[in-house]
C-alpha cells in the first residue's frame, strides 16, 4: 500500500469539481493522497484536529482549496509546518478574485504557496515536484511528463505549419 503523503483538503464539496484536477495529477504521479472536507468557519474544531496530527501521519504537503473570503490554507498553514498549497476557487460574485487575495496576502512567517483561480492542476504538480526533491522516481518521471508536454506544442507548431492556420481551426473542429 502507498504511503499518503499529499493531503487535499477543500472547504466544500462544492469545491470538488476543480479540486479533482489535483487528485487527477497525484493519482497520475502514483503519490499516495487523502482528500477531506474541512472548513476553517464551520468545522474550525475538526480541522484543527486533522492538521495538527498530519505531519506525525506522515503528511508531506497540504493542498487546501476554498472559495469566497479563503481563510482555509491560511489557517492550515498557521498550523502545520510543512508546505501548504492554496488554491483559490473561483466565486460567483466577484470571480474568485476574493478567494485569490485571501489566500495569496499571507502576513510575514506563514506562507501559502498559491496557484491561480481554479489552478488545482498546479497544484497537484507543484506537490510532486516539492516530492521530487528527495525522491528520484518521481523526478524523473516529472522529467518524463515536461518532455511529453514539450513535444506535444511543438507538434501543434508543425501541425500549423503544414497547414496554415485556417485548416487547422477548421481540424480542431472536427
Ligand atoms: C468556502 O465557501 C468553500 O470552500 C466554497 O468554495 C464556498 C461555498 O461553499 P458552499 O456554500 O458551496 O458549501 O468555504
Avoid: C, W
Avoid at 476543480?18 to 497520475?28: F, H, R, S, T, Y
Avoid at 495569496?104 to 515536484?129: E, F
Avoid at 524523473?140 to 511543438?154: G, P, R
Wanted: glycine letters at 8%.
Amino acid at each position: 500500500m502507498k504511503n499518503v503523503t499529499v493531503s487535499v483538503i477543500m472547504g466544500s464539496d462544492s469545491d470538488l469539481p476543480i479540486m479533482k484536477e489535483a487528485l487527477d495529477v497525484l493519482n497520475d504521479f502514483g503519490v499516495g493522497n487523502e482528500v477531506l472536507v474541512l472548513s476553517a468557519h464551520r468545522t474550525f474544531e475538526a480541522t484543527r484536529e486533522y492538521v495538527m496530527s498530519a505531519e506525525n501521519k506522515g503528511i508531506k504537503v497540504i493542498i487546501a482549496g476554498a472559495g469566497g473570503s479563503a481563510h482555509l490554507p491560511g489557517v492550515i498553514a498557521a498550523m502545520f509546518p510543512l508546505p501548504v498549497i492554496g488554491v483559490p476557487i473561483k466565486t460567483k460574485s466577484l470571480d474568485g478574485l476574493d478567494s485569490l487575495l485571501s489566500i495569496v496576502q499571507m502576513p510575514p512567517g506563514i506562507p501559502v504557496a498559491t496557484v491561480g483561480i481554479n489552478g488545482a492542476k498546479n497544484a497537484g504538480l507543484l506537490a510532486v515536484q516539492i516530492l521530487s526533491t528527495s525522491d528520484q522516481t518521481l523526478a524523473k518521471k516529472l522529467s518524463d511528463y515536461k518532455t511529453k508536454q514539450k513535444d506535444s506544442v511543438l507538434a501543434k507548431t508543425e501541425k500549423l505549419k503544414t497547414l496554415g492556420y485556417k485548416k487547422y481551426l477548421h481540424s480542431q473542429r472536427l
